[in-house]
């Protein structure tokens, strides 16, 4: 069963950068798309950024040109590479399968953009 942990959040400044991590354990990684939801307070988990298996990448509008999505097959590992960080990323960060999501999903990473 696919387990999923997110790690890398924190609080950074208006500006600043941070680079998420994804392990997600199976041995279907390598075959498997990877995406990053995020949910800030009061509103719904939105999609940001999806990479397929073979590497292609799509990004919501709100973060293209900021945020980078990319994986290490080796390590069973997504990740999200966040500059220009807004005010308004600030909210739990996290992945699941993509583009078919599992039934459940990891305790997210919590990402604070604040002055």
């Not at 696919?2 to 279907?28: D, F, K, M, N």
């Not at 390598?30 to 073979?54: D, N, V």
């Not at 919501?60 to 997504?78: E, L």
Request: aromatic letters at 8%; glycine letters at 12%; hydrophobic letters at 35%.
């Amino acid at each position: 069963q696919v387990q999923l942990v997110e790690s890398g959040g924190g609080l950074v400044q208006p500006g600043g950068s941070l680079r998420l991590s994804c392990v997600a354990s199976g041995s279907i990684f390598s075959i498997a798309g990877m995406a990053w939801h995020r949910q800030a307070p009061g509103k719904e988990r939105e999609l940001i950024a999806a990479i397929t298996s073979g590497g292609m990448t799509n990004y919501a509008d709100s973060v293209k040109g900021r945020f980078t999505i990319s994986r290490d097959n080796a390590k069973n590992t997504v990740y999200l590479q966040m500059n220009s960080l807004k005010t308004e990323d600030t909210a739990v960060y996290y992945c699941n399968m993509y583009p078919i999501r599992l039934g459940y999903w990891g305790q997210g990473t919590q990402v604070t953009v604040s002055s």
